[in-house]
């Protein structure tokens, strides 16, 4: 099983809609967890760090489910620019190996 | 304030020929991490370094590559021979240890595309 796993989609939804995704992790002693997004032929950057309470800003909602071993991101009331793809990012624990996952594509049709 | 700097930007070279990628980190960053990223992969980690020391180079694919950072404002991830395999975009980025106040927030660099034919 890989580290971290996401469903790379794409994911195509309409202007307006909700949508989720979530990424797996296999090291249940994994401490920290982020949510990249990158921008096509742009680097990655921080979208939001996920906290064990669960954490909003704006329309994006991030979760942490420990039991089950995965975290969620979901964005409400999409907009064109939400289009990307979206990384998982867990480092290793106990170190800065930061491990990436696949990503997750989203298209926000008009 | 400059963020991570890598060069150069877009590599044309041919098979066999060495490879150099150069990157500067953030001031007052102690970690540097390089990354791949391809279509196939996504992003793979190569190595990381903390204070200029290699802390995990398990990522680095074969012996072909090396990576050094000789001071805290620069490293250099080398390829020799290069190979077509080799294409990717490779991402340097940098972070502040966690316990500064930091929330562990890697900066990446634009990326330097490499072709190799």
């Known amino acids: 099983r890989k580290e971290v796993e996401q469903d790379p989609g794409p994911f195509n939804v309409p202007e307006g809609a909700t949508v989720a995704f979530n990424c797996t992790y296999s090291n249940s002693a994994s401490q920290s967890f982020f949510w990249y997004r990158q921008d096509c032929r742009k680097e990655p950057k921080l979208l939001m760090s996920?906290?064990?309470s669960g954490n909003e800003d704006g329309r994006f909602t991030a979760q942490l489910n420990r039991a089950s071993q995965y975290i969620s991101l979901l964005i409400r009331d999409s907009k064109l620019s939400d289009s990307a793809t979206y990384l998982c990012v867990i480092p290793t624990s106990g170190t800065y190996k930061y491990i990436f996952g696949t990503g997750t594509r989203l298209k926000v049709l008009a | 304030d400059a963020g991570v700097i890598q060069s150069p930007r877009h590599e044309v070279t041919e098979m066999g020929q060495e490879v150099t990628l150069r990157c500067k980190p953030i001031?007052?960053?102690?970690?540097l991490f390089w990354y791949r990223q391809t279509m196939m992969r996504g992003l793979e980690l190569l190595i990381y370094?903390?204070?200029?020391?290699?802390?995990?180079d398990s990522g680095m694919p074969e012996d072909r590559f090396s990576a050094k950072m000789p001071n805290a404002s620069f490293s250099t991830l080398k390829i020799q021979p290069s190979e077509p395999r080799d294409s990717a975009v490779y991402f340097c980025?940098?972070?502040?240890?966690?316990?500064?106040?930091?929330?562990?927030?890697?900066?990446f660099g634009e990326g330097s595309r490499l072709t190799v034919l």
């Open positions: 996920v906290y064990s």
């Open positions: 980025a940098s972070s502040a240890t966690w316990d500064r106040g930091n929330t562990g927030e890697l900066f």
């Open positions: 001031s007052g960053h102690d970690y």
């Open positions: 370094f903390n204070n200029n020391v290699p802390i995990d």
